[in-house]
């Protein structure tokens, strides 16, 4: 008979210890966006990248990384994973692989190359961020970190003075600049306002960023806007009676900054109405972008992200600025890569009209970007334009629109927020007999 083995001498039972996630914090989401938004804006006006480094570009590559590597800690922290497609990443990456092929035959494959590279980071943030937190609190954040950035930089453009259009102070951001980054996020409360989704004080964040639109005297702006809201009021289905009692509340003050102040005349004649930056101008650089021979590489294949003027002829000004998001991508990425960033755009608009949940907010604010698009650069460029328009279309891939949030109904704005559940435990460990 063999002898009884006693259990005290049994070797433990070894049980796998399920790793500890933490659980991200929604001030952790809205500061990181602030950062990354402040990472992409202007530190300084009137000079384009060439590939020469100095204190700005290493601080702003530095918070860049630091964003980056903060989206990866929080990313391996968290045990929540959210449904993000990859249609988006598959149409800019060969983009950005042709910019800097074509880089390399122009013979500014430095400039170029890092510019992609800072593309790419982009990208991956955002795609960090958005498998860990679900869309809707992404898109608040964004605007968050779009509105904050937008009013310290205009509070400070008004403290420092110089009369004129509204422009940035700390940092110094043009009109223009100012104007995207406060148009986003009050479509977005026009959006819930209309609905009766919003509290008192985003009334007062709406009236603040449409003051500060306004004041920057951006036309295109202002257009792409106005054709915003005419959108969300058309997909309205239901008119509360909040939204009708404070819509004719409003009537006066609308018919006073109409008629009564000289807002709409300085905004249609405005000081640099006769500068090389109007559309006059700007078909000139269009012209020579779109008149290159067709068996030149740089018609198919572009010159690289860098390429921000082309030569012009017969003006008394010898470099013109693209100031178009798609003549820039023709001469940085030539025909093939603004045919995959037109096809990338079409099948986001697509979805934003197939999309039941996201049609009424999403749809409007593409059309804002688009139109912004055709007379501002920035649309596949480091900088905050790419990222409106890169949370839209992730929002908006299959795999994410499916679990996304209502907004013809809900009211993320109005949701009271759950108090951050504690850290689990420590699992206890098993121990043998």
Same mark, same amino acid.
């Given at each position: ?56 570009? *290493? ?7 630091? $964003?980056?590597?903060? #989206? %990866? !800690? =929080?990313?391996?922290? @968290? ?118 989704? *919003? ?7 709406? $009236?603040?960023?449409? #003051? %500060? !639109? =306004?004041?920057?005297? @951006? ?131 697509? #979805?934003? !009209? ?80």
């Amino acid at each position: 008979m063999p002898m009884a083995v006693s259990a005290s001498w049994a070797p433990a039972e070894q049980v796998p210890m399920p790793r500890r996630y933490r659980v991200p914090r929604l001030w952790q989401l809205n500061l990181l966006w602030i950062l990354l938004v402040f990472s992409v804006v202007a530190w300084r006006q009137g000079s384009l990248f060439t590939g020469g480094l100095d204190i700005v570009v *290493v601080l702003k590559a530095l918070l860049q990384s630091a $964003v980056l590597c903060w #989206a %990866i !800690l =929080l990313w391996m922290w @968290s045990g929540a994973r959210q449904p993000v497609g990859v249609r988006s990443f598959v149409l800019l990456g060969p983009v950005l692989a042709l910019s800097v092929i074509g880089a390399m035959a122009e013979g500014n494959f430095m400039a170029s190359a890092i510019i992609a590279i800072r593309v790419a980071m982009l990208a991956a943030t955002v795609l960090f961020v958005m498998r860990i937190f679900p869309a809707h609190q992404v898109l608040l954040a964004m605007c968050v970190g779009l509105a904050t950035v937008g009013i310290i930089s205009s509070a400070s453009g008004l403290a420092l003075g110089g009369g004129g259009r509204l422009a940035g102070g700390i940092p110094p951001l043009s009109p223009n600049e100012l104007a995207l980054l406060s148009g986003i996020p009050a479509l977005v409360l026009f959006h819930q306002s209309l609905r009766a989704h *919003v509290r008192w004080w985003h009334v007062g964040m709406l $009236v603040v960023l449409s #003051a %500060i !639109l =306004l004041l920057s005297e @951006s036309r295109t702006a202002l257009i792409a806007a106005a054709c915003t809201a005419a959108g969300m009021l058309l997909m309205l289905r239901r008119v509360p009676m909040q939204t009708i009692v404070a819509a004719l509340a409003a009537l006066p003050l609308v018919f006073y900054l109409a008629f009564l102040t000289p807002v709409l005349q300085n905004l249609m004649a405005r000081e640099d109405s006769a500068s090389v930056m109007t559309l006059n101008s700007r078909t000139i650089s269009w012209s020579v972008v779109l008149n290159l021979p067709n068996d030149s590489w740089q018609r198919w294949i572009g010159a690289g992200l860098s390429q921000k003027t082309i030569a012009v002829e017969g003006q008394y000004w010898d470099e013109q600025v693209f100031d178009s998001s798609w003549i820039s991508l023709l001469a940085q990425t030539g025909i093939i890569g603004t045919f995959l960033v037109a096809l990338w755009v079409l099948l986001t608009v697509f #979805a934003a !009209l197939r999309s039941r949940r996201l049609r009424s907010l999403l749809f409007p604010l593409l059309a804002f970007v688009v139109i912004r698009s055709v007379m501002e650069n920035g649309l596949v460029d480091a900088g905050a334009l790419f990222l409106i328009f890169l949370v839209f279309a992730l929002m908006l891939e299959p795999a994410s629109s499916r679990a996304a949030l209502d907004w013809e109904h809900a009211a993320p704005l109005q949701r009271k927020q759950p108090p951050d559940p504690p850290d689990p435990p420590d699992p206890p460990v098993a121990m043998g007999n």
